[in-house]
């Protein structure tokens, strides 16, 4: 029933920046948390960020956190994310994900995307060196 769509994606030079955007449709949110995921060709997918949709609180892999920022607009249903000082590793499918329930251990790990609710279809980041 919640539809995702994934803007933003594109090819930028090793330092550059990208803000990535996710509009949500079908239903009025609250207590939810949406977030990113991304895939890289070979990888499996891999947890980035994510927010809360009712408090705002931030969620980030370890590998973006200080790069990456995560934000939503409660009037558009829309998540962010703005990517800085961008690396060629940080090329891949960015999916656009929803769950009820963050599956955080508290311990810097979030689950596996089988364990969110719906996805988008993906927008793709290159990295270029």
């Known amino acids: 029933q919640v539809q995702l769509v994934e803007s933003g994606g594109g090819l930028v030079q090793a330092g550059g920046s990208l803000r990535l955007s996710c509009a949500a449709s079908?239903?009025?949110?609250?207590?939810?948390?949406m977030g990113w995921f991304r895939q890289a060709p070979g990888k499996e997918r891999e947890f980035v960020a994510a927010?809360?949709?009712?408090?705002?609180?931030?969620y980030y892999a370890s590998s973006v956190t200080g790069r990456f920022t995560i934000s939503r607009d409660n009037a558009k249903n829309t998540v962010y994310l703005q990517m800085k000082s961008l690396k060629p590793e940080d090329t891949a499918v960015y999916y656009c994900?929803?769950?009820?329930?963050?599956?955080?251990?508290?311990?810097?790990?979030?689950?596996?995307?089988?364990?969110?609710?719906?996805w988008g279809q993906g927008t793709q980041v290159t990295v270029s060196s």
């Open positions: 927010i809360s949709w009712a408090g705002g609180r931030t």
């Open positions: 079908g239903r009025t949110f609250s207590n939810n948390h």
């Open positions: 994900t929803l769950s009820t329930i963050l599956p955080t251990d508290g311990k810097g790990r979030f689950g596996t995307p089988a364990m969110y609710d719906s």
